[in-house]
C-alpha cells in the first residue's frame, strides 16, 4: 500500500473515530433529555395521585361520619348498612394507601395512616361490637363512633393541606434540580459538540497542513527539478567550489565548452594547470581571475581544452554566503572571430571607399588626358595614313603615336582604379595570356631588371575559360608579376599556376566571393614578404615602397584589385617572411574562345558621303574627329555642345552622331541623346568619351545609341563601329 493510500486510511478513521463519538454523545444526552423529561412528566404524577388518595380517603372518613350523624337521627337498619358501607369503603382506602404511598412518604402518607387507620378500626370494632355494654346501633356507640371519625377527620385534613403544601415545595424544588440538570446536559451536550467541531476543524487542519506539505515538498521537488534541468541545458558553464576550492559541481554545458568533467580536475588549482599550461600566463590568469572574485565583473580568457584546442572564454564568478563560488564560463570565440570579421569588413569597406574617391578622381584626370592624348594618338594616325611608306618623317610620328598609347595605356591604369570601364569581355583561355605575356618584350624588360629571377610556370592542362578583357587580364598579370620580382631582390623565383576550383562555401577576404566553379590565377614568390600594416594598404593607389621612378606609377596592384572586382572576383593574399602568394578566382564561362580579329585594310570600313555629325566640347577633338571621319569618306558636321546638337537635328537630319558625354557646360550626351530621339526616333548614334561606361553611357544606350567608344579614338576601331552601325 502506498504513501497516499495509508494516509486516506488513516484520515478516514479518525473522521469515523470523532464522528462515532459525537454520535454516541448525542445518544447519550438524547436519552438523558428524555429520561429527565420523564422524571419530570412522572414526579407530578406520582405527588398527585398520594395527594388523590388522601383526598379520597378523607372524602371516605368524610361520608362515614355524615352516615354516623344519618344514622344518629334515624337509626334504621338500611342507615346502619349505608354507614357500615363507607366504614368498610374507608378501610378499602386506607389499606391502599398503606400499600402503595406509605412507603414513599412523599406526602406524610404514614402521619396520615396512623391517624385515619386507628380511628377506623375503634369505628369498625364498636359498630361490630359495640361499646361498654352498649349495642352497635346505640345512640352513645354512634355518637362515640361520630365523634372519632370526626376527629380523624379533622386532623387528617391538616395533614393533607399540609401534605399539599409539601407536595407543591417538593415539586417546585424537584423542577428547579431538573431544570438545573438539564441545562448542565445541554451545556455538556454544547461542550462535547464544540469540542468535536474543534476536533474536526483540527483534522481539517492537520490535513490542509500535510497537504500544504506535501504540496510544498512537490514544489520544492519541482524547482530542484527546474534547477536541475537549467544547470543541464543552459548554455553557460557553471562551476561550484566549496570553501576549500573543491570543485562540488560542473553542469554538462561546461564538460562540453571545455570538454573536461569533474573527475578530470577535482580543486581549483589542478583546473589552472590543465586549462593554463603556460606557467607566465596561468600566473597572469589567476591574478585576473581574483580580480574578478573580489570586485565582481567578468575577464576573458584563452583556455585549452580537454581536445587541445584553444578557446576565447568570459569568466565570471560570485561568493555565495555560505563561502562557497559559483563561476560561469560563456564561450565567445565565435563571438570573437565574428567581430573580427566585422572589423575586417569595415576595414574593407573604408578602404573601398577611400579607393572610389581616390577613383573618381583618377577619372576626372583621366577624361582630360585622353582628351589631350587624341591629338597624340589619333592625330598621328591621320598623318600616317597620308605619308609614304618610306617618308623620313614617318618613324617619328610614329614615335609619337606609340609614346601617346603608352601615356594612354598608363590613362587606361587610371581608369581601371576609377572602376566601371567601358571594357568589352570575352570569353579568354588565361593559360594563353599568361604564354604570349612570358613571350613578350614587357616580359623581357622585367627581367633585365631583375636578372636573378627564375620564373616557373604550373598551368592546368583543360582550363575552363572566363569571361573577360584580354588587355585587362594582362595587365593584371603583368602587374602581379613585376611586384613578385620586386619583391625578391637579388635572386629567387616566381611561380605562376592556374587551376579549375569549385568552391562549396562563400570565400572571404579582400572581397567576398560566393560557392561556384571558379579558375585561380595564382603568382607566388619567395621573397621577404610584406608586412601586417602594409598588407591592409597594398591595394590603395599610389601606396607603395618601390624605388621611385623605376618602379612603375603606384597605381599596379589597385589595377589589379579593380580588374578583378569588375569581373566578378575574388583575391585573396597570404604573406611571410618566406615569401607572398597572390590568389584570384575568376567566375568560369561556357562561351567558346573565338579566332583572333584578323588584320583588315580601311578601305573595306570607308563611307559612302554618309552625313556624320560630331558633337564635342573640345574644339580639338572636334577637329580631330571630323578630320577622321572625312578621310573615312563620310561628310562631317561639327556643333560644341548638347544644345547646339539638338537645333542642329531638328534643321536636318543625319545619318550618324558621334555624342561626347560629358559636356560643360550644357545638356550631358545623354540627355541630348534623349531629347534627339524625341525629333527623330531611332537616330542612330556612337558614344565617344575620354570617362569609364557610367550610368549615363549604359541608360544611353538602352535609349538606342549603338557602341561606345573610349578616348582617345583609335581610326580603325571607330571605322569598324562606324560601318557596323550604319550598316
Known amino acids: 500500500m502506498g504513501m497516499k493510500a495509508r494516509e486516506w486510511v488513516a484520515n478516514s478513521v479518525t473522521l469515523v473515530s470523532i464522528l462515532a463519538v459525537f454520535i454516541t454523545v448525542a445518544v447519550v444526552i438524547v436519552y438523558t433529555n428524555k429520561t429527565l423529561h420523564s422524571i419530570e412528566k412522572n414526579l407530578p404524577n406520582t405527588l398527585f395521585s398520594e395527594l388523590n388518595s388522601l383526598s379520597l380517603v378523607l372524602e371516605n372518613i368524610g361520608l362515614a361520619v355524615y352516615s354516623t350523624h344519618v344514622a344518629r337521627e334515624a337509626t334504621s337498619p338500611a342507615h346502619l348498612a349505608e354507614l357500615q358501607k363507607n366504614i368498610d369503603a374507608t378501610r378499602q382506602r386506607i389499606v391502599e394507601l398503606r400499600e402503595t404511598f406509605v412507603a414513599n412518604n412523599l406526602v406524610n402518607a404514614s402521619a396520615f395512616h396512623a391517624i385515619v387507620a386507628p380511628a377506623v378500626a375503634d369505628a369498625q370494632i364498636w359498630l361490630n361490637e359495640g361499646v361498654s355494654g352498649f349495642p352497635p346501633a346505640a345512640e352513645v356507640t354512634l355518637q362515640l363512633v361520630a365523634a372519632r371519625l370526626a376527629e380523624a377527620y379533622e386532623k387528617a385534613g391538616a395533614i393533607k393541606r399540609q401534605s399539599q403544601a409539601t407536595a407543591m415545595a417538593i415539586l417546585d424544588v424537584q423542577r428547579q434540580r431538573l431544570e438545573g440538570f438539564q441545562r448542565s446536559v445541554n451545556l455538556l451536550f454544547i461542550c462535547i459538540v464544540f469540542l468535536a467541531c474543534l476536533l474536526v476543524f483540527l483534522h481539517f487542519r492537520q490535513v490542509a497542513s500535510k497537504n500544504r506539505a506535501v504540496l510544498a515538498k512537490l514544489e520544492i521537488e519541482r524547482q530542484h527539478d527546474l534547477l536541475t534541468n537549467l544547470l543541464a541545458h543552459i548554455p553557460l558553464g557553471i562551476a561550484v567550489l566549496d570553501e576549500e576550492e573543491r570543485v562540488s559541481h560542473l553542469n554538462p554545458s561546461f564538460t562540453l565548452i571545455t570538454g573536461y568533467n569533474q573527475k578530470d580536475f577535482p580543486t581549483l588549482e589542478k583546473w589552472s594547470a590543465i586549462a593554463f599550461p603556460d606557467p607566465a600566463y596561468r600566473q597572469e590568469a589567476m591574478k585576473r581571475w581574483l580580480v574578478v572574485l573580489r570586485e565582481g565583473g567578468s575577464c576573458e580568457l584563452k583556455i585549452r581544452c ?28 565565435e563571438r570573437n572571430r565574428s567581430e573580427r570579421a566585422l572589423q575586417e569588413s569595415r576595414q574593407i569597406e573604408v578602404r573601398a571607399k577611400k579607393m572610389e574617391s581616390l577613383g573618381l578622381l583618377a577619372g576626372g584626370v583621366a577624361h582630360d588626358l585622353n582628351n589631350i592624348l587624341s591629338g597624340i594618338v589619333s592625330y598621328p594616325e591621320l598623318l600616317l595614313l597620308e605619308l609614304p611608306a618610306d617618308h623620313r618623317m614617318r618613324r617619328p610620328i610614329e614615335i609619337m603615336r606609340e ?153 599596379g596592384l589597385t589595377v589589379v ?101 560629358i559636356m560643360t557646360p550644357g545638356i550631358s550626351g545623354r540627355e541630348t541623346y534623349q531629347r534627339i530621339v524625341k525629333i527623330c526616333p531611332g537616330q542612330k548614334a556612337i558614344i565617344v568619351s575620354g570617362y569609364a561606361e557610367t550610368d549615363d553611357v549604359k541608360e544611353t544606350l538602352l535609349l538606342g545609341a549603338g557602341k561606345f567608344l573610349r578616348k582617345p579614338l583609335l581610326i580603325e576601331d571607330l571605322a569598324r563601329a562606324m560601318r557596323d552601325e550604319l550598316l
Open 561 to 661: 584589385w579593380n580588374v578583378v572586382r569588375d569581373h566578378n572576383g575574388h583575391i585573396g593574399v597570404t604573406s611571410s617572411p618566406e615569401g607572398t602568394v597572390i590568389t584570384i578566382h575568376l567566375p568560369v564561362t561556357s562561351q567558346v574562345v573565338q579566332s583572333p580579329r584578323p588584320m583588315v585594310d580601311l578601305g573595306h570600313f570607308k563611307g559612302h558621303g554618309e552625313r556624320v555629325l560630331v558633337v564635342d566640347d573640345v574644339t580639338t577633338q572636334r577637329f580631330i574627329t571630323t578630320n577622321i571621319v572625312e578621310k573615312l569618306g563620310y561628310k562631317a558636321e561639327s556643333v560644341a555642345s548638347g544644345e547646339a546638337a539638338v537645333e542642329f537635328i531638328r534643321r536636318q537630319p543625319v545619318d550618324l552622331i558621334l555624342l561626347d558625354m
Open 306 to 333: 580537454k581536445d587541445g584546442t584553444a578557446r576565447d572564454i568570459d569568466f565570471r564568478g560570485s561568493a555565495l554566503a555560505d563561502r562557497r563560488v559559483v563561476c560561469t564560463l560563456t564561450d565567445v570565440t
Open 403 to 555: 609614346s601617346g598609347l603608352r601615356a594612354s595605356a598608363i590613362v587606361q591604369d587610371l581608369l581601371t582604379v576609377a572602376r566601371g570601364v567601358a571594357i568589352e569581355k570575352e570569353a579568354l583561355l588565361i593559360n594563353t595570356i599568361i604564354e604570349e605575356y612570358l613571350q613578350s618584350q614587357d616580359y623581357r624588360t622585367v627581367l633585365q631588371f631583375h636578372p636573378g629571377v627564375t620564373v616557373k610556370t604550373f598551368l592546368a592542362g583543360e582550363l575552363t575559360n572566363i569571361l573577360g578583357s584580354k588587355i585587362h587580364i594582362r595587365k593584371l598579370l603583368m602587374n602581379l608579376f613585376s611586384n613578385s620580382c620586386e619583391a625578391i631582390g637579388a635572386a629567387g623565383s616566381v611561380i605562376i599556376t592556374t587551376a579549375n576550383v569549385h568552391l562549396d562555401q562563400p570565400l572571404r577576404g579582400y572581397n567576398d566571393i560566393e560557392e561556384g566553379e571558379y579558375v585561380v590565377l595564382s603568382v607566388a614568390d619567395d621573397g621577404k614578404g610584406i608586412s601586417g600594416e602594409d598588407l591592409e594598404k597594398i591595394f590603395e593607389p599610389f601606396y607603395s615602397k618601390k624605388v621611385m621612378g623605376r618602379s612603375g606609377t603606384g597605381l
